[in-house]
């Protein structure tokens, strides 16, 4: 896909790693003309995108991937040169108390989006440089040992009904472009943080909690290992396996960057207690605590990137403590969107998932 005037779909671009994709691509490519669905659900906040609204090359539409009649229309109205997709409910710990919602978004969604896509791409004869590009996660492979990485050739063992979903997206992915030609390509990456995520995750619920002086629940014993991703990081990734990423390949894309869940909980602890001045008697880690370990809880993810460095010349710019420090500093700042967000169904999921947890 060369970098000339381009109509792009991205699903989901009101969420957290959308949101940042979206303002990286309107950034790095001027003559790009963004179109974003959205279901906007509990993670879709239209207001990170709020002051893109008067950008003439961004479009914003409220709808659902699994509405087959609104993408038909979208598809003919756009004549879309590519679909990044990453609309997808993506939370685990949903997905043990509802899984029925992600078999819906997730896997007949997708299904949807890659239907609606083959009839567009047929009828605008089978362009060569269209993209379909499948945003996927590192929790297909299931958990690692305390050695080895997931590579492009692991086997999929989904431990959670959020990774089976997501697992069987990927399938469907691969499906239609081994049986109807579509040019697809899969990325699966590590766990991501920084701007507009969504609080009910790790990283922005410890930095929100410890900005609060509330308790920080921290699962089983804290030794869980993830291989964090910074998300410019990864929108950079996504481009470039966009623009250059060869059809029916998949790219696994990570931060290089592991670490035990407690030792992030701690080092969020010591960068907010010094971002806002406090002193030893304040100390945040005192409000860390244990909670009961999540069913089906995966030990160790941890990325193999080879693939894409190699051959599309990608890699991470952000260190982890770096753009952790940018990342606590980015909540601390905007307090006002973190009100926004934090509706009662948010309290109520912390209040359920966590305090009954004790």
């Known amino acids: 896909m060369d970098k000339g005037n381009k109509t792009i779909l991205v699903t989901g671009g009101c969420g957290f790693i959308g949101s940042n994709l979206v303002r990286y691509l309107l950034r790095l490519r001027p003559g790009w003309t963004i179109v974003n669905l959205d279901a906007l659900t509990y993670a879709g906040n239209p207001a990170n995108l709020a002051d893109m609204e008067i950008n003439r090359r961004y479009n914003f539409i409220h709808g659902d991937i699994c509405d087959h009649r609104r993408l038909e229309k979208l598809f003919k109205d756009y004549s879309f040169d590519g679909v990044i997709h990453l609309a997808a409910e993506s939370h685990v710990d949903?997905?043990?108390?509802?899984?029925?919602?992600?078999?819906?978004?997730?896997?007949?969604?997708?299904?949807?989006?890659?239907?609606?896509?083959?009839?567009?791409?047929r009828r605008n004869g089978e362009p060569q440089d269209f993209r379909f590009l499948h945003v996927s996660t590192d929790e297909v492979f299931g958990s690692l040992g305390?050695?080895?990485?997931?590579?492009?050739t692991t086997a999929y063992d989904p431990s959670s009904p959020y990774s089976a979903s997501k697992a069987a997206a990927d399938h469907f992915v691969r499906a239609w472009y081994r049986t109807y030609g579509l040019p697809t390509i899969i990325t699966n990456c590590s766990n991501n943080y920084g701007p507009y995520q969504f609080p009910e995750k790790l990283i922005p619920l410890i930095i929100l909690n410890a900005i609060e002086g509330k308790e920080l629940p921290v699962?089983?014993?804290?030794?869980?290992?993830?291989?964090?991703?910074?998300?410019?990081?990864?929108?950079?990734?996504?481009?470039?396996?966009?623009?250059?990423?060869?059809?029916?390949?998949?790219?696994?894309?990570?931060g290089g960057a592991e670490r035990r869940n407690l030792d992030v909980v701690r080092q969020i602890c010591k960068l907010v207690d010094r971002c806002l001045g406090r002193g030893r008697d304040q100390d945040s880690q005192c409000l860390i605590s244990f909670v009961a370990d999540r069913p089906g809880h995966d030990r160790r993810y941890a990325i193999d990137a080879s693939l894409i460095r190699s051959e599309l010349g990608w890699q991470p710019e952000n260190n982890f403590e770096s753009a952790l420090e940018k990342t606590v500093k980015w909540y601390i700042a905007n307090s006002d969107w973190v009100t926004s967000v934090r509706s009662g169904e948010y309290r109520n999921w912390i209040k359920t998932n966590y305090s009954d947890r004790g």
């Open 219 to 254: 699962y089983g014993d804290g030794g869980n290992i993830r291989d964090w991703l910074y998300v410019e990081d990864h929108c950079a990734a996504l481009l470039k396996v966009l623009e250059a990423g060869q059809p029916g390949r998949t790219y696994n894309i990570g």
């Open 146 to 152: 305390p050695e080895g990485f997931f590579r492009e």
């Open 94 to 121: 949903r997905s043990i108390f509802g899984p029925m919602k992600f078999v819906r978004t997730n896997v007949e969604g997708t299904c949807q989006l890659l239907a609606a896509s083959l009839e567009s791409w």
